[in-house]
């Protein structure tokens, strides 16, 4: 845990990576109705249960300003929430639709838009503090369901774990320190779903088990 980097709360006013404040820029001005900047977390603070994503997607949460909402990927997301309890709603169109969490926290590894969806190595180190501040409100027991391999890895080092010694695998669950278990999913994209690496069953059983596990 020595190596881990210090925690810091969400900044909406960020602009620690300077590709990221470029793309920003450059969106910002294609799109002056967007977000555009860096999105906060989204949900109760002292839930049980912290979904972590990648990163906004460019006509999603950048859009919006709210993780998974307005782009395919969230379709799937908040459709099977709300099945198992932890949303309001099925349907996630904007900040102001009123829906509301309920014992689950929404966030991503990377806090602005990267391009083409691909963050490097350094923007997910300079975001980890965000991260690490998040984790660390997390009630014990507590669950972090991590969509994709760059969230599980993201989650990993901000924590100080040797990521081989928790390979990423969907539906794999890693017994972390005090009571804090890291369950892993393939991210909900169009290209998964599309392909059916992931299908909706499969999701359901994962948000099943995050249920249980952090009830």
Do not use: W
Not at 45 to 68: D, S
Not at 157 to 165: H, I, Q, Y
Request: charged share 25%.
């Amino acid at each position: 845990m020595s190596n881990a980097p210090e925690s810091q709360a969400f900044q909406a006013d960020c602009r620690a990576c300077p590709r990221l404040r470029r793309h920003l820029d450059g969106v910002r001005k294609q799109h002056p109705d967007y977000h555009a900047a860096p999105v906060a977390p989204f949900g109760p603070a002292r839930a049980p249960l912290l979904i972590v994503g990648l990163a906004p997607g460019m006509h999603g949460a950048n859009a919006t300003g709210r993780p998974f909402t307005g782009d395919y990927a969230g379709i799937l997301l908040y459709k099977t929430l709300h099945e198992y309890g932890f949303a309001s709603k099925a349907v996630a169109k904007s900040r102001h639709d009123g829906l509301k969490l309920k014992g689950c926290r929404i966030t991503n590894a990377v806090k602005c838009l990267p391009p083409e969806n691909k963050p490097t190595g350094d923007e997910v180190k300079r975001c980890a503090p965000f991260l690490r501040y998040e984790i660390k409100a997390l009630p014990r027991p507590g669950v972090i369901l991590a969509l994709g391999k760059i969230a599980h890895d993201a989650v990993l080092r901000v924590l100080g774990r040797k990521l081989n010694a928790h390979p990423f695998g969907h539906a794999a669950e890693h017994p972390l320190d005090d009571d804090l278990i890291l369950l892993d999913s393939y991210h909900c994209s169009r290209y998964n779903t599309q392909t059916r690496r992931l299908t909706e069953s499969m999701f359901r059983d994962v948000i099943a088990r995050a249920r249980q596990i952090s009830s």
